[in-house]
């Protein structure tokens, strides 16, 4: 395996586990705005901080990684990928906004805003992903893509309401939600839709997985571990969390390794040429080891400074 | 209409709005660091509130320039797509650090806002700042290193590239040490602080005017002097790069050189060409000065300076970047010229900062500079043209000519159409409910 690759999954799969908890924090804003403010605030300032962070380090690498692929994907993805720029920037400029302000009745508004915008980012977001994954309503080798299709195609809505369901039931286990334990089945019936969608629409994934079971191992022990720590210790279920979301995507990526659109593209014909592979790897672990030092001591001051203030 | 058009617009929209963000991002961290050090070694309670103020301005500055950042990062890589497959192969290693050095900028900014009562020692806070000041900085250096690239293309087999299209003989390191990188970051650094300290200093100056109460009048007082210092010593480097510059482009991009100085044949006993216009096959309007191109240019009047009749036609830029120029030059040297007599005259009487002339003056070198900080990219920017890699790849080349880029361009310029004055209300919100009179009281 292409060790450039296998960082570029790495990278999606942490940043898009993050922004799956963005998204749970998100639906909560938009049905739940008291419980938003109590449970879900004093997590968003680091998140918002590390899924815009990951984001920039994410595009960046893409580009480093496969710079062959960029002319396909700009002129395929220019649209969802500009109109998902520009939510972006209006959910972080809500969101820098809404915690600076002090007007309480003004908090209820700048919730939903966020809420709806970070929604719509994330359905561009999936938008493009699942065209990626799929090659549904795009052709990389002609460069041509049908906008319409792109949107309301079956997988993508599939797609989109598999992580929705996701993200709700994430919203319940992370933010720590007081309701009815059935709603934990939110995360499996996802699954289901999710694996459904790619039955239909890419069933060399499905072969695959069921060819080397191994790939879903990790998956299903933390899903199990996360359940059972959910039913009975459920103060702890948030940890579980987001490794379960990252090794789920991580594997969902693994699953399709080295094809994207459908099969139709190799990635390793893609990727950056030596010697250029080698500094790439260097500046990603030298950068990635300081990044990691960095959120590690601003992790501990926030924690630190949370425990006090209880 | 033609989308190479929007690509164009576009891009030049994000950057002149884009920029002057992100010298506010580089200069802000510095002026903070100076009062919150000036704040602890002397008990002072204006630098202690101005430090503190002025984070809360930099956290909602730097929020709208990192959403301005990327956009101008998508808009590379998207208006652009044959530049960025190129850049991607040969110069993304400056482009890939810089995240590192955002990164270092954005989280250390964040620990400074969040450990401001965490540790003891109030000099180990102040350190976050420092790092956030160096990231910024290094962000900044590590993105003219990307438009050095651009100016003076190394690292790859160009001939190679240009017969075939091919990319061999990849060194990507080289892209740190292209002929025009060192001058290059100098200058941006240099004018950096210089323009951020400049906008500062304006905006200082007019609240002083404003001042009410005597509290009020020393705080804003206190700041003109802080940034004043700054800008005096930022804008010594910045004249200092900016003739180093010229030189360096008489050396290594003698075409835009010539078309800079409106020299159309090359000559020796070359004059300084002020001002004018080319038209006709002639130069008109203009102030001529023998020999002081030449001088200036060769260190003799006998020194032969480059002509753009050397060149293809259809590869000269646009000639009016003489005139851009020379608005830069003499504007520049205008407010440094002003600033020095200020110095001087500090020197023998404290209080000219309190003039009220003086404190005017200042405002208008607010404006100036970030006059100066446009019109120095556009000359860069547009010297370069036709080119978006000099002598290897074309804008026209470069273009994403896919039609849908028309329609997301009206969107971003309308998106920073609300974005901006959006800021400055946030801004103005916030402060409003932060009475400086209460601060210092309590």
């Known amino acids: 395996m292409n060790p450039l690759i296998i960082i570029n999954y790495v990278l999606f799969a942490a940043l898009f586990s993050l922004l799956i908890i963005e998204l749970a924090g998100a639906i909560i804003s938009i049905l739940e705005c008291d419980l938003y403010r109590k449970k879900v605030l004093e997590y968003l300032a680091p998140l918002w901080e590390i899924t815009g962070t990951l984001s920039v380090f994410y595009l960046v690498n893409l580009a480093a990684t496969y710079p062959g692929l960029l002319p396909a994907i700009d002129y395929l993805y220019l649209a969802p990928i500009l109109f998902a720029a520009v939510f972006l920037i209006a959910r972080d400029a809500y969101l820098a906004y809404s915690e600076l302000s002090l007007e309480k009745k003004e908090n209820k508004k700048h919730a939903r805003a966020y809420g709806i915008l970070t929604l719509l980012t994330m359905f561009l977001l999936i938008t493009i992903l699942s065209s990626s994954v799929s090659g549904g309503a795009v052709d990389p080798i002609n460069l041509s893509v049908n906008f319409p299709y792109l949107l309301l195609n079956g997988f993508n809505i599939l797609m989109f309401e598999a992580i929705i369901t996701l993200a709700s039931a994430c919203a319940i286990v992370f933010f720590d939600l007081k309701y009815p334990k059935i709603l934990a089945t939110m995360a499996p019936f996802s699954l289901a839709l999710l694996l459904m969608a790619l039955v239909i629409h890419v069933p060399y994934i499905i072969a695959k997985a069921i060819g080397n079971p191994l790939y879903l191992a990790p998956v299903i022990i933390l899903f199990v571990l996360m359940a059972l720590v959910y039913l009975y210790k459920n103060k702890y279920a948030k940890f579980f969390a987001v490794p379960f979301l990252f090794a789920g995507i991580l594997t969902f990526e693994l699953l399709e390794y080295p094809y994207l659109f459908g099969g139709a593209v190799n990635l390793s014909y893609f990727v950056t040429p030596q010697p250029t592979t080698s500094y790439v790897l260097l500046f990603t672990l030298v950068g990635g080891g300081f990044l990691a030092l960095a959120l590690s001591l601003f992790f501990y001051v926030h924690h630190s400074k949370k425990r006090k203030r209880k | ?442």
């Open chain 2, 1 to 442: 209409m033609d989308p190479i058009v929007f690509d164009r617009f576009t891009m030049a929209f994000s950057l002149a709005v884009h920029i002057v963000l992100a010298v506010i991002g580089v200069a802000l961290p510095v002026i903070i660091l100076l009062a919150e050090y000036l704040g602890i070694r002397y008990n002072d309670k204006e630098y202690k509130v101005m430090a503190k103020r002025l984070t809360t301005a930099l956290l909602i500055l730097f929020a709208v320039g990192t959403a301005s950042g990327m956009l101008v990062a998508v808009n590379l890589f998207f208006l652009w797509p044959n530049f960025a497959a190129l850049v991607s192969k040969v110069a993304i290693l400056p482009v890939y650090a810089e995240v590192f050095a955002f990164f270092s900028e954005s989280i250390f900014l964040a620990l400074y806002i969040y450990s401001s009562d965490f540790f003891k020692n109030k000099y180990i806070h102040m350190m976050m700042m420092v790092i956030a000041a160096l990231g910024a900085a290094a962000s900044a250096a590590l993105i003219t290193v990307l438009n050095a690239f651009m100016n003076t293309p190394v690292g790859f087999n160009i001939q190679t590239y240009l017969n075939t299209g091919a990319i061999t003989n990849i060194m990507p390191l080289s892209v740190f040490f292209s002929p025009s990188a060192g001058i290059e970051v100098a200058h941006v650094i240099a004018t950096s602080y210089f323009a951020g300290s400049g906008i500062f200093l304006g905006y200082f100056a007019y609240r002083f005017l404003k001042a009410k109460g005597e509290r009020e009048r020393t705080y804003y007082q206190k700041a003109v002097k802080l940034v004043f210092c700054l800008a005096v010593i930022s804008t010594f480097f910045a004249v200092i790069t900016g003739i180093l510059s010229i030189e360096s482009l008489y050396h290594v991009q003698p075409e835009k050189y010539a078309a800079i100085e409106l020299d159309i044949n090359p000559i020796s006993h070359a004059p300084e060409i002020i001002g004018g216009i080319y038209a006709n096959n002639t130069i008109k309007d203009a102030i001529f000065v023998q020999n002081l191109q030449s001088i200036l240019a060769t260190g003799s009047a006998n020194g032969t300076v480059p002509g753009l009749s050397q060149y293809p036609a259809d590869t000269w830029p646009p000639l009016f970047i003489h005139d851009l120029f020379d608005l830069m030059f003499f504007a520049g040297v205008a407010i440094g010229i002003f600033l020095l007599i200020i110095l001087i005259i500090y020197i023998k009487i404290r209080t000219i900062l309190t003039n009220k002339l003086v404190l005017k003056l200042l405002i208008a070198v607010a404006a100036l500079s970030v006059l100066l900080l446009e019109n120095g990219w556009m000359v860069d920017e547009i010297g370069r043209q036709p080119w978006i890699i000099y002598n290897v790849m074309t804008v026209q080349q470069a273009a994403n000519m896919s039609t849908a880029i028309i329609p997301i361009a009206i969107i971003i310029v309308v998106l920073y159409a609300i974005m901006l004055p959006f800021t400055f209300l946030v801004l103005r919100k916030v402060f409003s409910k932060r009475k400086l009179s209460t601060e210092l009281a309590r």
